[in-house]
């Protein structure tokens, strides 16, 4: 339960734009940030101590009484549903290299960047869209959820694209490069 606890909130720091290009972070610093980053119940932090202290006794001294470790498992549960209520976005890449032009005429190719194409979904997957930013890297896969990470210090002008239906598109008036990494991958 620690596992999928954990796996989750630094899931849901990532597709936020909250785990500011970490990898990983601990279970009790991810909770402390979701709580002032996006506000939690305030009986989370004290249930997810009470989890947490069971937890280290159980792992490191086997030393627990029945009625604690059911606490604990009660504590557990209580922390994954409030996480997996907590409203979020799920960005997928659609389309990982979109050629892009600064003019709507499409003769003059924007050199190193591309375009990524994320289709975009709520938690629920109650309602879908399409966004396209702009980008260097090139490690993005079709399929794949990508956090929601940018490079502020890189900002692209007005561009456009030939989208699937070969229609010229605008694609931004400008736009922070965006620089999202697989989730899978963290």
Same mark, same amino acid.
């Given at each position: ?11 849901? %720091?990532?597709?936020?734009?909250? #785990? $500011? ?5 601990? #279970? ?5 940030? /979701? +709580?002032?980053?996006? *506000?939690?119940?305030? =009986?989370?932090?004290? !249930? %997810? ?10 792992? =490191?001294? *086997? +030393?627990?009484? +029945?009625?604690?470790? %059911? ?5 557990? /549960?209580?922390? #994954? ?6 409203? @979020? ?10 050629? /892009?032009?600064?003019?709507?005429? #499409? ?13 975009? @979904?709520?938690?629920?997957?109650? !309602?879908?869209?399409?966004?396209? &930013?702009?980008?260097?890297?090139? =490690? &993005? ?15 692209? *002008?007005?561009?456009?694209?030939? +989208? !699937?239906? $070969?229609?010229?598109? *605008? ?11 697989? /989730?899978?991958?963290?």
């Amino acid at each position: 339960m620690a596992i999928e606890i954990e796996k989750l909130a630094g899931e849901i %720091l990532a597709t936020t734009g909250h #785990l $500011d290009g970490r990898r990983f972070i601990p #279970l009790t610093q991810a909770i402390t940030e /979701l +709580d002032k980053k996006l *506000g939690l119940p305030r =009986h989370i932090t004290s !249930s %997810l101590r009470l989890f947490w202290e069971t937890r280290n006794r159980l792992i =490191h001294g *086997g +030393d627990g009484r +029945d009625e604690d470790i %059911l606490r604990a498992i009660d504590s557990g /549960l209580k922390i #994954l549903k409030v996480l997996q209520t907590i409203p @979020r976005e799920i960005n997928v890449v659609y389309n990982p290299s979109v050629i /892009l032009y600064s003019d709507p005429e #499409l003769t003059t190719r924007i050199p190193n960047i591309f375009g990524v194409i994320l289709e975009t @979904r709520d938690i629920k997957g109650a !309602s879908k869209s399409f966004q396209i &930013f702009p980008t260097t890297y090139t =490690h &993005f896969k079709k399929g794949h959820q990508v956090t929601w990470e940018w490079n502020m210090n890189n900002v692209v *002008g007005q561009a456009w694209y030939r +989208d !699937s239906d $070969d229609l010229v598109q *605008g694609a931004w008036a400008s736009s922070t490069e965006f620089i999202g990494r697989h /989730l899978d991958e963290l």
